[in-house]
């Protein structure tokens, strides 16, 4: 369970992300957000980070802040960005 794993390990961003992605994949966009902002924490230049956060704010109807998300992940060099849109 990742969320046992999470309390384990706190700091770990990749388990934060592979539960933001068990999150997307059933539309639980909320708990998406949590975790790829917690993930942004511990990643800041992390473009996955940056192209889930936006999909995210994209279908939780913050679109501005979704291109601002997506756009900062091609600057850092995520070629697939809105894979998650």
């Given at each position: 369970d990742l969320g046992c794993a999470i309390e384990r390990a706190p700091d770990d961003a990749q388990l934060r992300l592979e539960r933001a992605a068990t999150n997307e994949a059933r539309g639980a966009w909320r708990?998406?957000?949590?975790d790829v902002e917690a993930a942004a924490r511990l990643r800041p230049g992390d473009p996955e980070v940056f192209g889930l956060r936006a999909s995210a704010k994209d279908n939780l109807g913050d679109h501005r802040g979704a291109l601002l998300?997506?756009?900062?992940?091609l600057a850092l060099g995520k070629d697939d960005a809105f894979v998650h849109a």
């Open positions: 708990e998406v957000l949590e998300d997506y756009d900062q992940a």
